[in-house]
Each structure stands twice: as structure tokens, then as C-alpha cells.
């Protein structure tokens, strides 16, 4: 509670802000228990070199989340703006060409990467015994099919947070981690390892878990948005993508900076290196995830004040923002310090995870929650060029970069390639928020 004293205010967005950010704890509390016990209870279903390659060859698949060419973010702030001005049919008619869109994209990439699955030799690719390559393919598959699907539904997520709803929206995604995690618990009971029944429990179970929520909600509390054919406006795809371009190139560049981290190590170090990574990163994430919950409400809630000129409940808020963020250096003390004990209760089998790999991952997830500050703020009154020029700049470099330090420094290769990503993005949205709600922004500065 005294985090959120230092927004005491009589303001309805402050006040709808600090209840998300209360229910986005109560939720995040319990995702990070779903999401901590998956580790062990993944791995003592399958071993940890298959665990390895699961990550990796889901890793692979979740590129796809780059291809919605920026629409969800497009459509989050054309939404958002759309019912700030009390545009009730406009905003329906962007939830149904979204749709429409979405369907389209991902309905023709699940084609795209069925058919050229045939041609993958998942053993090269992932440098692993050729014995997997059958029960590869038929995961690839599964994961294009269900994620395909997920992409398309998480629209309505996207709504609910563009409606300041953030911990509905994060609530649903928790309960499919849920549903996952009981599933697991079931098919260890009664099957052997296997890889195919893990991508229907981790990916197939949460798709039918949206599946539901979505259709239930579009009836309900939702009907006003309801998607309808009738309701598609493609002269509305230029508003939508025009924003949402400049997100999709910033979300093609970070998958050069980051989503290739997973694929070099398990080129580089093999398997298991995938799975100590992944270890130690979700452990740190908790430093991002207790940020993003005090920071995910705001965007929309700049978007709603940028649109109605509210500049000084804009500047008034990021400084407490600001102010909020300096709780990270505690956390990621009491993180460092009990990381070894932690990592030896948490997981179910004997892994060794270096001191010092635990404290660069802090350093990174430090570095990774300032420069979300200023992304979020920026996002939503969707100043982004600068953004974009930063990840495209290190899109070019970071894949040799992440390469070369790689082999040199094993796993601090890669950590060090993205914490520089982030740093710079840090030093350049401060420059720019700062530009911007002082009204000094100009030519690229205010785009």
C-alpha cells in the first residue's frame, strides 16, 4: 500500500489505475507460482535435454507473435482513443476489422508453416539426434496450428487492456498457465514423457481456455464490441496498421535482439544450456513482472490523456512512475541473495546455476523494467520512431554480436548484447519522454 500512496489523488484514471495495479498483484502472485512450478513439473515429465528442446522449438514457433504486423498495438491505441472520445460504434468497428485481419495473417502463416515443415530437418536445425526428427515435426505442427489460433483470440485481451482492464486481461491468461499446469500434473500420472502431449497441455490447453472466455465475455459485459461481419471497415486497416506498422518493425527487430537467444545457445552450448537460461531468466523476470504490473495500466491511461491534453496528469504521473522504479535495487538484492537457495528447492532435479550468471540476469531485468517505463509511456501516445531506429540498429548487429560474445563468454554473451538494447532504449526514451511533455519535441523527437 505505500507504493500506491504516492498516488493518492481524487483523478477516476489514477484511481482505475491503482485498482488494476492491486489485482495485477493479487494475479501476478499467482501466475509466478503457476509459472515456477511448470519449470520442475515440465522437466520431471520429460528430461532436461527434451526440455531444452522444447524451449527452443517453441521459441521458434512464438516468432509468429511478430507477424500480426503491430495490429494488436495499432488497435490497442485506435481503441482506446476511439472510446475516450465516446466513439462507441467506431470502436466496434475496430474490433471487427481486426479481426478480420488477424484471421487472415494467421490462418495464412499456419498454411505457410505446415507446408514447410515437411522440408525441416529439426535435427540439424537444433543439432540433436535424428531420431527426434518425426516427433518434431509433429510438435512444430501442433504448436503453428494452436498458436495460430491464440494470436487471432488474443485480440480481445488486447481490448480488455486498451479498456483499462489489465487485470482481466492478465487473469485469463493465468488461468489457461492454470489449466496447463493441472494438465501436466494429470498426463505425469498416467503417460511417459512426451513431447507432443507437453505442447497440447502448455499450448493447446490455454487456447480452449480463451476459446471460451472469449465467446462468454462478447456475450455478456462485452456485447456493445461484439464482432460482427457487417461491422468490417477496411478503410479502417490504414488507421490501424499506420500506428501498427511502426510496432511491427519495432517487434521484428527485437526478434533478431532477443529471440535468437534461445537458438544460439542451444548451437553453442547444446540443450541444457537453454534450460539453466531459462531458469535463471525466470527467476530475475520477477523483478519485470512487479514493474509491468505498476506500469501495464498506464498506457492506456496515457493514451486517454494524451487524446484529451492532459499534460501535467501526464508529467505528474511519470515522475512518480519514476519514482516507483527505484524499488527495483531492493528486490533484486533480496533476489541475489537467495537465489542458490531458492534454485535448490525450486527445482525437482540436481541442476548447478552459477553466482554470477544469477547476478548479470538481475543486472539485465534492471535494465529491461527502466526501459519499459519509457516504452509504455511512449506507446501510448504513440511516439515510437525513436524506439523503432534503436531496435533496428541492433537488429542489424546483435545476431553476430550475440554470436561472438557467445563463444567467448558462453551465456553472458547474450545477456550483455540485450542489456545494451536496453540501455540505450533507457537513455533514449528518457530523452524523448522528457522532449515531449516539456512541448520541446520536435521533427523525429514528436513521432
Same mark, same amino acid.
Given at each position: 500500500?505505500?507504493?500506491?500512496?504516492?498516488?493518492?489523488?481524487?483523478?477516476?484514471?489514477?484511481?482505475?489505475?491503482?485498482?488494476?495495479?492491486?489485482?495485477?498483484?493479487?494475479?501476478?502472485?499467482?501466475?509466478?507460482?503457476?509459472?515456477?512450478?511448470? /519449470?520442475?513439473?515440465?522437466?520431471?515429465?520429460?528430461?532436461?535435454?527434451?526440455?531444452?528442446?522444447?524451449?527452443?522449438? =517453441?521459441?521458434?514457433?512464438?516468432?509468429?507473435?511478430?507477424?500480426?504486423?503491430?495490429?494488436?498495438?495499432?488497435? !490497442?491505441?485506435?481503441?482506446?482513443?476511439?472510446?475516450?472520445?465516446?466513439?462507441?460504434?467506431?470502436?466496434? !468497428?475496430?474490433?471487427?476489422?481486426?479481426?478480420?485481419?488477424?484471421?487472415? #495473417?494467421?490462418?495464412?502463416?499456419?498454411?505457410?508453416?505446415?507446408?514447410? $515443415?515437411?522440408?525441416?530437418?529439426?535435427?540439424?536445425?537444433?543439432?540433436?539426434?535424428?531420431?527426434?526428427?518425426?516427433?518434431?515435426?509433429?510438435?512444430?505442427?501442433?504448436?503453428?496450428?494452436?498458436?495460430?489460433?491464440?494470436?487471432?483470440?488474443?485480440?480481445?485481451?488486447?481490448?480488455?487492456?486498451?479498456?483499462?482492464?489489465?487485470?482481466?486481461?492478465?487473469?485469463?491468461?493465468? #488461468?489457461?498457465?492454470?489449466?496447463?499446469?493441472?494438465?501436466?500434473?494429470?498426463?505425469?500420472?498416467?503417460?511417459?514423457? =512426451?513431447?507432443?502431449?507437453?505442447?497440447?497441455?502448455?499450448?493447446?490447453?490455454?487456447?480452449?481456455?480463451?476459446?471460451?472466455?472469449?465467446?462468454?465475455?462478447?456475450?455478456?459485459?462485452? !456485447?456493445?464490441?461484439?464482432?460482427?461481419?457487417?461491422?468490417?471497415?477496411? =478503410?479502417?486497416?490504414?488507421?490501424?496498421?499506420?500506428?501498427?506498422?511502426?510496432?511491427? #518493425?519495432?517487434?521484428? %527487430?527485437? +526478434?533478431?535482439?532477443?529471440?535468437?537467444?534461445?537458438?544460439?545457445?542451444?548451437?553453442?552450448?547444446?540443450?541444457?544450456?537453454?534450460?539453466?537460461?531459462?531458469?535463471? &531468466?525466470?527467476?530475475? %523476470?520477477?523483478?519485470?513482472?512487479?514493474?509491468?504490473?505498476?506500469?501495464?495500466p498506464f498506457w492506456s491511461a496515457?493514451?486517454?490523456?494524451?487524446?484529451?491534453?492532459?499534460?501535467?496528469?501526464?508529467?505528474?504521473?511519470?515522475?512518480?512512475? =519514476?519514482?516507483?522504479?527505484?524499488?527495483?535495487?531492493p528486490i533484486f538484492i533480496i533476489? +541475489?541473495?537467495?537465489?542458490?537457495?531458492?534454485?535448490?528447492?525450486?527445482?525437482?532435479?540436481?541442476?548447478?546455476?552459477?553466482?554470477?550468471?544469477?547476478?548479470?540476469?538481475?543486472?539485465?531485468?534492471?535494465?529491461?523494467?527502466?526501459?519499459?517505463?519509457?516504452?509504455?509511456?511512449? $506507446?501510448?501516445?504513440?511516439?515510437? $520512431?525513436?524506439?523503432?531506429?534503436?531496435?533496428?540498429?541492433?537488429? #542489424? /548487429?546483435? /545476431?553476430?554480436?550475440?554470436?561472438?560474445?557467445?563463444?567467448?563468454?558462453?551465456? &553472458?554473451?547474450?545477456?550483455?548484447?540485450?542489456?545494451?538494447?536496453?540501455?540505450?532504449?533507457?537513455?533514449?526514451?528518457?530523452?524523448?519522454? !522528457?522532449?515531449?511533455?516539456?512541448?520541446?519535441?520536435?521533427?523525429?523527437?514528436?513521432?
Amino acid at each position: 500500500m505505500k507504493i500506491l500512496s504516492i498516488f493518492k489523488t481524487n483523478d477516476l484514471r489514477t484511481k482505475t489505475a491503482q485498482k488494476n495495479i492491486i489485482l495485477l498483484f493479487v494475479n501476478k502472485l499467482l501466475a509466478v507460482l503457476v509459472s515456477f512450478q511448470l /519449470i520442475p513439473a515440465t522437466i520431471g515429465y520429460v528430461d532436461t535435454s527434451q526440455y531444452g528442446v522444447w524451449i527452443a522449438i =517453441s521459441s521458434i514457433v512464438s516468432w509468429m507473435v511478430y507477424f500480426d504486423f503491430g495490429l494488436t498495438h495499432g488497435f !490497442r491505441n485506435s481503441f482506446a482513443k476511439a472510446k475516450a472520445e465516446g466513439k462507441i460504434d467506431l470502436a466496434k !468497428r475496430y474490433v471487427s476489422t481486426s479481426y478480420f485481419i488477424l484471421t487472415v #495473417i494467421f490462418l495464412s502463416i499456419m498454411v505457410i508453416g505446415l507446408i514447410a $515443415n515437411y522440408w525441416l530437418d529439426w535435427s540439424s536445425l537444433l543439432g540433436v539426434g535424428r531420431d527426434l526428427n518425426p516427433t518434431l515435426t509433429k510438435v512444430f505442427n501442433l504448436l503453428v496450428i494452436f498458436f495460430s489460433i491464440q494470436m487471432i483470440l488474443n485480440l480481445f485481451t488486447t481490448l480488455l487492456l486498451a479498456d483499462q482492464k489489465p487485470a482481466l486481461s492478465a487473469s485469463l491468461v493465468t #488461468i489457461g498457465q492454470l489449466l496447463s499446469l493441472i494438465t501436466i500434473y494429470f498426463i505425469s500420472a498416467f503417460t511417459k514423457g =512426451s513431447l507432443i502431449n507437453l505442447a497440447l497441455a502448455l499450448v493447446g490447453i490455454p487456447v480452449i481456455s480463451l476459446i471460451i472466455f472469449t465467446l462468454l465475455f462478447f456475450r455478456t459485459k462485452f !456485447r456493445k464490441y461484439s464482432p460482427s461481419i457487417k461491422s468490417i471497415d477496411l =478503410s479502417l486497416t490504414k488507421n490501424i496498421i499506420g500506428l501498427g506498422s511502426k510496432f511491427f #518493425i519495432i517487434q521484428l %527487430s527485437m +526478434l533478431f535482439v532477443f529471440q535468437f537467444a534461445n537458438f544460439i545457445l542451444i548451437r553453442i552450448m547444446g540443450p541444457e544450456s537453454v534450460t539453466t537460461y531459462t531458469i535463471v &531468466y525466470r527467476y530475475f %523476470s520477477m523483478i519485470y513482472v512487479v514493474m509491468g504490473i505498476v506500469f501495464l495500466p498506464f498506457w492506456s491511461a496515457f493514451t486517454d490523456a494524451y487524446t484529451k491534453g492532459e499534460i501535467n496528469w501526464m508529467k505528474t504521473t511519470y515522475k512518480k512512475l =519514476s519514482r516507483i522504479w527505484m524499488l527495483v535495487i531492493p528486490i533484486f538484492i533480496i533476489l +541475489l541473495f537467495s537465489s542458490q537457495l531458492v534454485y535448490k528447492f525450486w527445482l525437482a532435479k540436481n541442476i548447478q546455476i552459477d553466482f554470477w550468471l544469477s547476478f548479470a540476469m538481475g543486472i539485465h531485468m534492471i535494465l529491461l523494467s527502466r526501459a519499459n517505463l519509457y516504452m509504455f509511456c511512449l $506507446n501510448g501516445i504513440g511516439k515510437v $520512431n525513436m524506439q523503432m531506429l534503436v531496435y533496428l540498429v541492433f537488429a #542489424i /548487429i546483435s /545476431i553476430p554480436l550475440m554470436i561472438y560474445f557467445t563463444n567467448l563468454w558462453g551465456y &553472458y554473451g547474450v545477456i550483455l548484447v540485450s542489456g545494451l538494447v536496453y540501455l540505450f532504449q533507457g537513455i533514449i526514451g528518457d530523452i524523448q519522454l !522528457r522532449k515531449i511533455l516539456n512541448k520541446c519535441a520536435y521533427g523525429i523527437w514528436n513521432k
